[in-house]
């Protein structure tokens, strides 16, 4: 595999320029951005996946659905329809995409919609009668026809944007300056014992620059899991022959946590946002439990028909300085004095 990405060194040229014009373009004005008289927060990052964006961004919403009416604004990855839509709990994954529907069925005090054309997407809301106070732009970074108030970018932790290369030969969606867009700098997925001496050689590997703050965080997996038919402790599978089903980007780290934790398991991984075939749904079927992630969960839940099927929730967990973080998010917000 590292041979074949030597040999697509010289595609990875021609999208660096043609990335690197773009940007530069609407760095000069010459294509024009839209911005807006109220918050909008873009939660992305320069990489293909991966980097837990779905929990940030749902960290942000537990941060602010309290004070302020918020909505969710996603392209709605892997659904089937274009254009607009409003997401509901009752929504299918393959009409809005499986991480809105997630955000929609997690959160009933939100507004959560899709659309492929941001500004598209941001007038349909503000057009709405109880138009949200505050907007969350779910994987958005590369969009730059709207520019966002606040930009939080996340990078994995051992997969860092300085150590990759664009694509095709890494998994870059833009050159490694596009980072100086970012008010704050998010490495996920972190072991839980960092030290601060690790902390601070990452922040020099990333060149951030002297305004950006960067945070550090890891994944916090629930002690339960969840399906249609209530809750049970995740060690109670214990008794079950359990496939562990993904269709994410990354499902390492659960592979990891779920091993560590002692859980038997045989494991069948798709691609991120896999639209699971006929044939596919027939032989999950013949299983005796399925545990998966939140995201796939709400794709399979309409497909499946047995009675045990799981998903293991989880979480942002800041490392240190979470209040630092709330506090940029909240100080940009109340600066617009929303009413």
């Known amino acids: 595999m590292r041979k074949l990405r030597l040999l697509l060194f010289p595609f990875a040229g021609v999208y660096y320029l043609v990335t690197l014009t773009r940007n530069k373009l609407f760095n000069a004005g010459i294509l024009s951005s839209k911005k807006y008289d109220l918050p909008v927060i873009c939660i992305g990052n320069l990489s293909v996946g991966g980097t837990g964006k779905s929990p940030m961004t749902e960290y942000v919403i537990r941060l602010l659905q309290a004070h302020k009416r918020v909505a969710t604004l996603s392209r709605g990855y892997g659904r089937t329809t274009k254009g607009y839509r409003d997401v509901l ?3 299918l994954a393959t009409e809005v995409g499986d991480e809105p529907l ?10 959560v919609a ?10 349909r809301l503000l057009g709405k009668e109880n138009m949200p106070e ?114 994410i980007a990354n499902p390492e780290p659960l592979v ?12 069948k991984s798709y691609g991120d946002h896999h639209n699971f075939s006929a044939s596919e ?13 939140e995201k796939d969960y709400v794709r399979l839940r309409p497909l499946l028909t047995m009675r045990h099927l799981y998903y293991l929730p989880i979480k942002v967990a800041f490392l240190n300085h979470s209040e630092n973080f709330d506090r940029r998010i909240t100080h940009f917000i109340n600066a617009y004095n929303v009413k």
């Open 89 to 91: 709990p009752t929504s």
């Open 102 to 111: 997630q955000f929609a069925q997690k959160f009933d005090a939100i507004q």
């Open 114 to 123: 899709v659309c492929e054309d941001r500004q598209v997407g941001i007038s």
């Open 134 to 247: 505050v907007i969350l732009l779910d994987d958005a970074y590369q969009h730059r026809k709207v520019t966002p108030g606040f930009s939080i970018l996340l990078t994995a932790y051992g997969d860092l944007y300085s150590n990759d290369y664009l694509l095709p030969a890494g998994n870059l969606r833009e050159p490694r300056s596009g980072a100086s867009r970012a008010d704050v700098v998010v490495v996920t997925k972190c072991p839980s014992q960092l030290s601060k001496v690790e902390q601070e050689n990452i922040i020099r590997e990333l060149k951030t620059t002297a305004a950006q703050e960067v945070f550090f965080t890891k994944i916090a997996y629930d002690d339960c899991v969840y399906g249609a038919n209530g809750n049970v402790q995740l060690h109670s599978l214990k008794v079950h022959n359990v496939t562990l089903v993904t269709g």
């Open 256 to 267: 990891n946590y779920l091993t560590s934790d002692g859980l038997s398991f045989n494991h």
């Open 281 to 293: 749904i027939v032989e999950l079927e013949k299983l005796d439990c399925i545990l998966t992630t």
